[in-house]
Structure formats: C-alpha cells, structure tokens
Nanobody, 129 residues
Framework: QVQLVESGGGLVQAGGSLRLSCAAP????????MGWFRQAPGKEREFAPA????????YYADSLKGRFTISRDIAKKTVYLQMNSLQPEDTAVYYC??????????????????????WGQGTQVTVSS
C-alpha cells in the first residue's frame, strides 16, 4: 500500500493562488504517473492534470490549461499543482493519485481515475468570491 500525503489546500479569495503538494515517500514504482483530480459538492470527480515520473509528459484538462501547472520532484517523489487565478468554481476537494507508468500510458489513462492504483485522502480548496 502506497500512502499519498496531500497538503496546501485552504481558503483563498477569487483571483488568488494556491500550491498543492502530494508526496509519495513509500512509492516503489520505478516509473509512474501522478495525477490530480477534484470533486466539488454534488458533482462527479473530474480530472485536472497529470504528469509522468520524468516530467516528459503532462496532461491537462482543457478547461484548466493556462491556470493550473503540474510539476514534480523526482528525488522527493512529490508532485505539485500550482493553481492561479482561482475562481469560486474551483472549489473542491483535490485528490492526487498514482499509477504505475508503462509504455503506451497516455492521455486516455491520465484522465480516467480508474487507471490509478493509489489515492490520497484529499485536500479542500475553497475559493471565496
């Protein structure tokens, strides 16, 4: 079992920024992809961005591209989500997840939560108007 530890959520005013972190210190996959998903109250979980372990491939939800940026620190086995120009509709619980990356892993895998093996507990992001 791999534990994912998320942090960085909180309350921010519209137009502000937050940076989420997700650490996976016990991750043993030599190649992996990590993604962020979010779920607002009463809505289905939706994909945000994902990145593979070496940073060569990133995937973004079209609606978030330009405001959200995903990055990673290989040594720390940590992925970050920089969120700028936040709006009230960004309010949600944000989850990170990890999947074992293999050749052929691509956007179809990235955007579908069913492919991910382990999930974090989630961190709340609230954007006030």
């Amino acid at each position: 079992q791999v534990q994912l530890v998320e942090s960085g959520g909180g309350l921010v005013q519209a137009g502000g920024s937050l940076r989420l972190s997700c650490a996976a210190p016990g991750l043993t996959f030599s190649t992996y992809a990590m993604g962020w998903f979010r779920q607002a109250p009463g809505k289905e979980r939706e994909f945000a961005p994902a990145i593979n372990w070496n940073g060569c491939n990133t995937y973004y939800a079209d609606s978030l591209k330009g405001r959200f940026t995903i990055s990673r620190d290989i040594a720390k086995k940590t992925v970050y989500l920089q969120m700028n120009s936040l709006q009230p509709e960004d309010t949600a619980v944000y989850y990170c997840a990890v999947d074992h990356w293999t050749a052929g892993w691509g956007r179809a895998n990235a955007i579908d939560g069913r492919y991910y093996d382990y999930w974090g507990q989630g961190t709340q992001v609230t954007v006030s108007s």
